[in-house]
């Protein structure tokens, strides 16, 4: 048995027991007070004493990084998307537990605890330093707020990002943006019977988006475009009409040219919408970046290194697009990959579950990918 599985076996049940006590902790974006000070004391049981919660209550515990221009980070999100404040409810079989965003990412960040306690446990001091971030607001509407202050307050410092936020098997190497909208339609409005033919801001923003699901998107080779409507709201009754309407949408690509055309058949459609007794506001409620200039030589050597340890455990290894923590230093040109370190299903769903045996799998992944990075 390889020092790396003998860890894995070893440290299972222990793996498990934070993985229950951490998934119940409810966690939105925004609001991971209370998973970020789980995982801050559990560093600090191991001797991690310089382990700190920052204002974006990211979770961060450096190794050999007072000196470094060259940290590389492993990272992993502590928030969920659902908006629970209260305990989230586990249940658990002989195989599985189920728990919303017992996957995503929670699982994730269980295994990076293990890797930061076995770095720290074995007094590993990596030449370059190394940094393990629990980072905050990965998902929806918490817009990469956790890793945007991390790279905002280490800057040229950081060499190379390695997330853990997919099932193993998978790698994301390439970064989906979007920009995403709160679309609001306002008309005068009235009555139902005595002021028939006014303007209605529901069929005025039903228009709007009969016109967006018209759109072409960019056919661009080696590109994905895509575009949602999320969610509408409006009106006040049955016999009125209705004076206001909104919705929420977006539109995705993971390329940067593909995501400026889509900005311009989207607004397009929003000035076309106009008049005078017709307002259309248009808010930005959320965007992430596409990948900048990235050195692709020091990319293609990070994804087959991870690529390298994945074939380890998984035949068909999957290099994919995906709007993850890594969209933000690839967008100022910092090297990054997401990689899977569990098994399971349901993602952002309550149903979501994981696989209890795959937390070995993804601690050994984790260490082996680590130490390949870090030429240890």
């Given at each position: 048995?390889?020092?790396?599985?003998?860890?894995?076996?070893?440290?299972?049940?222990?793996?498990?027991?934070?993985?229950?006590?951490?998934?119940?902790?409810?966690?939105?974006?925004?609001?991971?007070?209370?998973?970020?000070?789980?995982?801050?004391?559990?560093l600090?049981?191991?001797?991690?004493?310089?382990?700190?919660?920052?204002?974006?209550?990211?979770?961060?515990?450096?190794?050999?990084?007072?000196?470094?221009?060259?940290?590389?980070?492993?990272?992993?999100?502590?928030?969920?998307v659902?908006?629970?404040?209260?305990?989230?409810?586990?249940?658990e079989?002989?195989?599985?537990?189920?728990?919303?965003?017992?996957?995503?990412?929670?699982?994730?960040?269980?295994?990076?605890?293990?890797?930061?306690?076995?770095?720290?446990?074995?007094?590993?001091?990596?030449?370059?330093?190394?940094?393990?971030?629990?980072?905050?607001?990965e998902?929806?509407?918490?817009?990469?707020?956790?890793?945007?202050?991390?790279?905002?307050?280490?800057k040229?410092r950081i060499?190379?990002?390695?997330?853990?936020?997919?099932?193993?098997?998978?790698?994301?190497n390439?970064?989906?943006?979007?920009?995403?909208?709160?679309?609001?339609?306002?008309?005068?409005?009235?009555?139902?019977?005595?002021?028939?033919?006014?303007?209605?801001?529901?069929?005025?923003?039903?228009?709007?988006?009969?016109?967006?699901?018209?759109?072409?998107?960019?056919?661009?080779?080696?590109?994905?475009?895509?575009?949602?409507?999320?969610?509408?709201?409006?009106?006040?009754?049955?016999?009125?009409?209705?004076?206001?309407?909104?919705?929420?949408?977006?539109?995705?690509?993971?390329?940067?040219?593909?995501?400026e055309?889509?900005?311009?058949?989207f607004?397009?459609?929003?000035?076309?919408?106009?008049?005078?007794?017709?307002?259309?506001?248009?808010?930005?409620?959320?965007?992430?970046?596409?990948?900048?200039?990235?050195?692709?030589?020091?990319?293609?050597?990070?994804?087959?290194?991870?690529?390298t340890?994945?074939?380890?455990?998984?035949?068909?290894?999957?290099?994919?697009?995906?709007?993850?923590?890594?969209?933000?230093?690839?967008?100022?040109?910092?090297?990054?990959?997401?990689?899977?370190?569990?098994?399971?299903?349901?993602?952002?769903?309550?149903?979501?579950?994981?696989?209890?045996?795959?937390?070995?799998e993804?601690?050994?992944?984790?260490?082996?990918?680590?130490?390949?990075i870090?030429e240890?």
């Open positions: 048995m390889t020092e790396y599985k003998s860890y894995a076996e070893c440290n299972y049940n222990k793996a498990l027991e934070l993985l229950r006590e951490l998934g119940k902790i409810p966690a939105p974006s925004h609001c991971e007070d209370k998973r970020a000070e789980f995982c801050r004391d559990f600090k049981s191991l001797g991690a004493d310089n382990a700190y919660i920052d204002n974006a209550k990211n979770v961060i515990y450096e190794i050999n990084c007072e000196s470094s221009n060259d940290i590389t980070i492993f990272l992993a999100h502590t928030d969920t659902f908006p629970d404040t209260e305990p989230y409810t586990m249940t079989d002989e195989e599985k537990i189920y728990c919303p965003g017992i996957g995503d990412d929670t699982a994730s960040v269980v295994v990076l605890l293990m890797l930061a306690k076995y770095y720290t446990e074995n007094r590993i001091n990596p030449k370059n330093g190394v940094m393990f971030v629990m980072n905050s607001c998902e929806g509407l918490g817009n990469l707020f956790g890793i945007k202050t991390l790279m905002e307050s280490y040229s060499g190379r990002v390695i997330s853990f936020d997919a099932c193993i098997g998978t790698i994301y390439k970064c989906v943006g979007s920009h995403r909208y709160k679309v609001t339609v306002q008309t005068e409005g009235g009555h139902s019977f005595g002021k028939f033919g006014n303007k209605n801001a529901i069929a005025e923003l039903s228009s709007v988006i009969n016109e967006i699901y018209k759109i072409n998107v960019p056919q661009k080779e080696g590109t994905k475009t895509t575009y949602n409507v999320g969610n509408i709201v409006g009106g006040t009754s049955i016999n009125t009409i209705a004076q206001e309407a909104e919705m929420l949408c977006e539109y995705r690509s993971d390329d940067r040219e593909c995501l055309i889509m900005q311009k058949k607004f397009d459609i929003f000035d076309g919408a106009r008049k005078d007794d017709v307002k259309i506001e248009v808010s930005l409620i959320g965007e992430r970046p596409c990948a900048g200039e990235v050195d692709e030589k020091l990319l293609c050597e990070l994804t087959e290194k991870c690529q340890v994945m074939r380890e455990f998984r035949s068909d290894v999957s290099l994919k697009s995906a709007s993850t923590d890594c969209n933000i230093p690839m967008s100022v040109g910092v090297p990054a990959v997401t990689i899977g370190v569990y098994t399971g299903d349901g993602e952002h769903t309550r149903e979501e579950f994981i696989i209890k045996e795959s937390i070995k993804g601690i050994e992944i984790a260490l082996k990918t680590a130490h390949s870090l240890i």
